[in-house]
């Protein structure tokens, strides 16, 4: 990724987090709101910004090279593994939390989230931050629940009237568009490697390297970000749906006169407005949340998507767009019937 990191906007920002402000800055999934994940004041402040639950943890952010042990209380063989092979990328494991690390950064839990991201203006401002030893607690750069950033002028639209930013950092467009692995390793002499949340690093990619292949979430899992049954979700509400059914939907609702918006990746009818995304998994991802965006301000009643298709390396798209749409069962139905007024 091709990126210009300005030297002197890094180290303003390095010192801005150090002095206990809230920082916006790119990763390759979405921006991330950062803090210095050692000041539980300014890890408050992140909380307070977004209005994120206080026991709904956040990832810490390492410089490529850092310390787990300084971080982690126990760190197994299969955690410097996968270290190894993913990092810096969309990784983050779950480990236990080192004592002296605050629980503040895992919603009070013995448990800590770690990633090294790979984005070049991330990881130049984690290398400055500190001198490369501190780590940034960071979850998505928006309110809580809403649709995660991956632009810096997503974050401005976020937060631009509220001056709780010290700076937003500049680094384009996120190239994997949605969030994180996460991969709970805490618990492996009972419950193995978890997957927490899906995302661009697949559970067959983590099998490859550690031998094991990761099982679904168990209620005794951690918490973790970005699992609650309704996240992701723009203002206007959405309903996903298979081709075949989308396409009577979108008839049926346009001939009774209601403005719908439409993301979809095949040969659909025209609607009120729409966006046509990449038919792969990575093209499909990296345009979803800047176009859920785009139809959130378009005077939609409905934001009516088609379903990707499922398993394999469409998992953690379709996790995102599962928990956008959560609660919307009976919308289309409502709006057919004028009962529903948005």
């Known amino acids: 990724m091709s990126v210009p990191v300005d030297p002197a906007q890094i180290a303003a920002a390095a010192r801005a987090l150090e002095s206990g402000a809230l920082v916006a800055f790119p ?73 002296h690390i605050p629980p503040a950064v895992s919603g009070g839990q013995d448990t800590v989230g770690l990633r090294c991201p790979a ?76 997957l927490l949340r899906p995302g661009q690093v697949s559970a067959e990619a983590i099998a490859a390297v550690i031998d094991r292949l990761p099982a679904a979430p168990d209620v005794a899992a951690p918490r973790a970000s970005g699992t609650l049954e309704s996240h992701y979700a723009p203002h206007t509400p959405v309903a996903m749906q298979d081709t075949a059914t989308l396409k009577r939907t979108l008839e049926q609702l346009q001939r009774a006169g209601r403005k719908v918006a439409l993301i979809h990746y095949s040969d659909l009818p025209a609607a009120h407005a729409q966006t046509r995304l990449p038919d792969s998994p990575d093209g499909f991802a990296y345009a979803l949340y800047a176009s859920l965006r785009a139809m959130d301000t378009t005077g939609a009643e409905l934001i009516l998507v088609e379903a990707p298709p499922v398993g394999g390396a469409w998992l953690g798209v379709n996790d995102r767009l599962r928990r956008a749409a959560h609660g919307s069962t009976g919308i289309v139905h409502g709006l057919l019937n004028q009962e529903l007024t948005i």
């Open 27 to 99: 990763t390759e999934t979405v921006y991330g709101l950062g803090a210095d994940a050692e000041n539980p004041a300014a890890v408050a402040a992140i909380y307070a910004a977004k209005g994120r639950p206080q026991d709904h943890p956040v990832i810490v952010h390492l410089a490529p090279g850092a310390d787990l042990d300084y971080w982690a209380a126990e760190i197994p063989d299969e955690a410097r593994q996968l270290a190894a092979a993913f990092w810096p990328g969309p990784l983050t494991m779950i480990l236990k939390r080192a004592a």
């Open 119 to 194: 984005h070049p203006v991330a990881i130049a401002l984690l290398q400055q931050f500190k001198g490369g030893r501190g780590g940034i607690a960071a979850p998505s750069a928006n309110k809580f629940g809403n649709v995660s950033p991956t632009t810096a002028q997503h974050v401005r639209d976020e937060f631009g009237a509220d001056g709780v930013l010290a700076a937003v950092l500049d680094g384009g467009p996120s190239q994997v568009g949605i969030e994180s692995t996460i991969v709970d390793l805490s618990r492996l002499a009972t419950h193995g490697p978890v």
